[in-house]
C-alpha cells in the first residue's frame, strides 16, 4: 500500500453516481433537457440563488459575464493574480486590461483595501476569488462595488458549501462555480453560473445557447423548440444531461464529501503545527464556513534549503501527487512579457506564488494517507 500513488485529487464517484448517468444515456435524450433543468434546480435551493444556469465549465461562464457586460478595450477587470490563468485569459481575449490586487499574505485573498486600491475611472468589473474553500470578506467588498457602481462576479470554483457570515456563497450577487474534476463536486467537466439578477440570468441563458430567444429545450415538444431565433450571437457553452445528472447525484452528496474533507484538513493540521518549515493557511477572521476545497502549504524555502518545485519534485519520488494553486498569472511567460507590472504591488502574491503547494486533499482518502504524507514530508525536511 505504501507505495501505491496517492494522487492529490480524485473524483469520488459511487455506484449511484455511475447508474444516474447511465439511466440518461438509455432515455433517448442526451443533450441538455430535463436533468439540466433538475441540477438547475436543486442548485438553487442548496445555495439559496435565485437563478442557476448549468454551463460546460466555469470559464465558459466567464466568457458568458464578460459578453453580457460587454467588457472591451479600454476597460479594466480588477482581480487577484493568485488565481487560475482562465479569468486573466478571458478579460485579455475581451480586449480589456486586467489588473491585479494584491492578497492577503495568509489567506490567499484579495481584500477591501487591496481592491480599493486598484479602483480606477476605468475599472468595470471586480472578480474575487473564494480561495481554497474559505470565503472572501464579501460584504465590505460587495458594499464598495455598490459605492463605485462597478459590477462585481465572485470566483466561487472553490466554494461550494462554503459560507459567510451564515449565507452559502451563491445566496447573493452573482457566483461562479466550477464542476472539474479536482473541484468539490464534479460533472466531468462542468460549471453554474447563479445570479440574483434576473435580467443578467435571462443574457446568459440566451448566450449559453448561440444567442437563441428559448432554450435549447422545450417542454412542449421534448426537443428544442424549432421557432426560436437568435436574438443576439451567442456561444455553444450548455451542459450535456449526462452530465447534469452525475451533477444532481453528486450535489445530494456534497455534505458528506465537505465533512470528510473537513476531517482531514483538521488532522493535517494538528500534525503540520509541530512543523516549523512548513505553514498552513490561516482561517479568516470573520464569521464562515470552509469546504477545504484544497489543503494549501507554505513551505519556508530557506529553511528548507530548497524551491517548492524540488519539494513537489520529492514527494513525487514518495509517491505523493502534489498540486500547485496557483503559480500567480501575472508570472506566466506571456503575461510576464506583455503586462510588465511592479512588482512592490504584487509582494504578498508573489511571497506565496514562490512557496505554496496543495497537499492531497479528496473525500476517498484515508486517515492514514495523510499520516503517510506528512511523514514524507519530515523525511524530506530532514535531508
Ligand atoms: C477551476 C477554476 C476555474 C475554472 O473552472 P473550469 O470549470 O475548469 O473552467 C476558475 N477559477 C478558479 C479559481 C478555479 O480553481
Redesign the pocket.
Known amino acids: 500500500m505504501k507505495n501505491k500513488f496517492l494522487p492529490f485529487s480524485k473524483p469520488s464517484i459511487s455506484d449511484a453516481d455511475i447508474e444516474t448517468v447511465c439511466d440518461v444515456m438509455r432515455s433517448g435524450w442526451l443533450t441538455t433537457g430535463k436533468q439540466a433543468a433538475l441540477f438547475e434546480k436543486q442548485f438553487c435551493k442548496y445555495t439559496g440563488a435565485a437563478h442557476c444556469v448549468a454551463l460546460c465549465?466555469?470559464?465558459?461562464g466567464m466568457h458568458l459575464l464578460l459578453s453580457a457586460l460587454g467588457i472591451g478595450p479600454g476597460d479594466e477587470v480588477l482581480t487577484p493574480s493568485m488565481?487560475?490563468v482562465?479569468?486573466v485569459n478571458l478579460i485579455t481575449l475581451a480586449g480589456a486590461t486586467p489588473v491585479f490586487a494584491d492578497i492577503d499574505r495568509d489567506t490567499l485573498m484579495v481584500t477591501p483595501e487591496t481592491i480599493e486600491k486598484c479602483v480606477t475611472e476605468k475599472t468595470r468589473l471586480i472578480i474575487p476569488?473564494h480561495f481554497a474553500g474559505a470565503p472572501a470578506d464579501i460584504g465590505p467588498i460587495r458594499d464598495m462595488a455598490a459605492t463605485h457602481g462597478i459590477f462585481l462576479a465572485e470566483?466561487a470554483?472553490?466554494a461550494l458549501g462554503t459560507k459567510y457570515k451564515g449565507d452559502k456563497i451563491g445566496a447573493a450577487g452573482t457566483c461562479i462555480f466550477?464542476?472539474?474534476p479536482i473541484?468539490n463536486i464534479t460533472t466531468g467537466?462542468?460549471?453554474m453560473f447563479c445570479t440574483d439578477n434576473a435580467g443578467l440570468a435571462d443574457s446568459i441563458r440566451r448566450l449559453k445557447f448561440h444567442g437563441l430567444g428559448a432554450d435549447a429545450y422545450d417542454r412542449a415538444t421534448g426537443g428544442r423548440s424549432p421557432t426560436a431565433e437568435v436574438l443576439e450571437p451567442g456561444f455553444k457553452y450548455n451542459l450535456t444531461d449526462m452530465a447534469a445528472a452525475l451533477g444532481i447525484s453528486q450535489l445530494n452528496r456534497i455534505d458528506d464529501f465537505n465533512g470528510k474533507r473537513k476531517a482531514l484538513a483538521a488532522r493535517y493540521r494538528k500534525q503540520l503545527a509541530k512543523l516549523d518549515a512548513v505553514t498552513p493557511l490561516f482561517d479568516p477572521p470573520y464569521d464562515y464556513g470552509h469546504a477545504w476545497h484544497l489543503f494549501v502549504i507554505r513551505l519556508d524555502i530557506d529553511k528548507a534549503n530548497m524551491s517548492v518545485d524540488d519539494f513537489i519534485d520529492e514527494m513525487k519520488t514518495r509517491n505523493i501527487g502534489v498540486g500547485r494553486h496557483f503559480k500567480a498569472v501575472h508570472l506566466h511567460k506571456f503575461y510576464r512579457e506583455t503586462l510588465r507590472l511592479d512588482p512592490e504591488n504584487l509582494k504578498n502574491t508573489e511571497w506565496n506564488s514562490m512557496r505554496i503547494c496543495s497537499l492531497p486533499l479528496f473525500p476517498d482518502m484515508e486517515p492514514e494517507d495523510v499520516d503517510r504524507v506528512v511523514n514524507a514530508i519530515k523525511e524530506i525536511l530532514t535531508k
Do not use: I
Open positions: 465549465s466555469a470559464t465558459a488565481t487560475w482562465s479569468t476569488v470566483d470554483a472553490h466550477s464542476f472539474h473541484k467537466e462542468g460549471g
